[in-house]
């Protein structure tokens, strides 16, 4: 009898195998590989950075500041601020701080119908651009962004996404786990991804993407993680997002446990969303073209439900296997087996936390050091998140509080006292 609840568990589990093992598969590459660097072309793309802000005035004159101060022509990039429901002087500042603002005229409800707006406008009124990088209002940019960005157009690339760093590592074990969590993203899903020849994801900031691809497509998305629903629909039509290593925007992380729970059950609500509408649409091109980035895609999207049913599979053979093992009376190997890859993986996580903050470049000084042992929650909390928008997901976007008024010489500095 237990040797057939084994067999079974076994067969219950090949699913989650597989999809586990695909992700690993795909993260090794990420190591195995170094990040791709593209040749120095002399600037001549013309470039409009698009911030999209709600109650932003704390932040966005900084973020402002280091756009103005870029290694990039001057005559060759505006900003652009688009104050959105905003109760405060985001557009005020902004314009002191040397952006242009442009005002919506349309009820705004998000920051995809925000962008979406403001390009149908760039295209009537100020069509002068090669291309448009997104930011938010909290981010400060490195100065050798748009020359980097330059240097990929003119080896053929439409659109990329950006190095994701961290603004606030050491703020909270929250925010250090955030930063880490987008460590993992960079080196180990999009740059492996752009290496094999899949594409990389739109990770909400830092991106790039041509005034031709905006023309043909517009920026029309519904769901409320508009990153990954554009990207969805790039991949739809046979584009591979490209990731640029060296076009660095460093993002403020929420410190507080309350925010960064608000903030992800929006982003698996919006994953969901985004599976639900083209999941058939990516299945169905595959089938016709063959395209595995069709396919890789929809393994992405899967991943809040795969998440939960991997973590519910391993509680159910965890108490099956304890329960097997009190009714015979003595520790069985199942049982062992299973306990010893309970405390493996929870060590094993640790370590990962400080091998990938290596690997990234960066000193484990830099990063909250309770985030090497929270991070496995801040993990397990999302599988949480995950369960609860499957019955109860979230219906509005909400804008994030920023705080971290720094400029981008305290960021360095802090960066190298670390």
Known sequence: MFNSIYTLLFILGIPTFIFMFYNVGVGIKGYLCRYHHYKHHEPTKRFCAVVAARNEEGVIGQLVDTLKSAKYPEELLDVWVIPNNCTDKTGDVAREHGAHVYDPVREIHSKGEALNEFFDYTLTQNDNYDAFCVFDADNLVDPNYFQVMNDAMHEDVEIAQGYRDAKNPKDSWVSGSQSIFYYVINRFMNESKARIGLSAVLNGTGFMVSRDIINEMGFNTFSLTEDIEFSTQNILKGRKIAFIPDAITYDEHPTDQKTSIKQRRRWSTGTIQVLYEYAPKLWQRFKETKEFTCFDMIIY?????????????????????????LFQGYLTSNFAFTLLISVGSFLLCILYTMFTIKVENHKLSEVNTASFFAFWYFLMSWVVINFVVFFKPTTTWEPIQHQKAIDFAELKKGMEVA
Do not use: D, K, N, R
């Not at 899967?302 to 599979?313: A, D, G, N």
């Not at 159910?316 to 097997?324: D, E, K, Q, V």
């Open 301 to 325: 999207l899967l991943s809040p439900y795969m998440q939960v049913i991997s973590t519910i599979y391993t509680i159910a053979t965890f108490i099956i296997y304890g329960s097997i093992t």
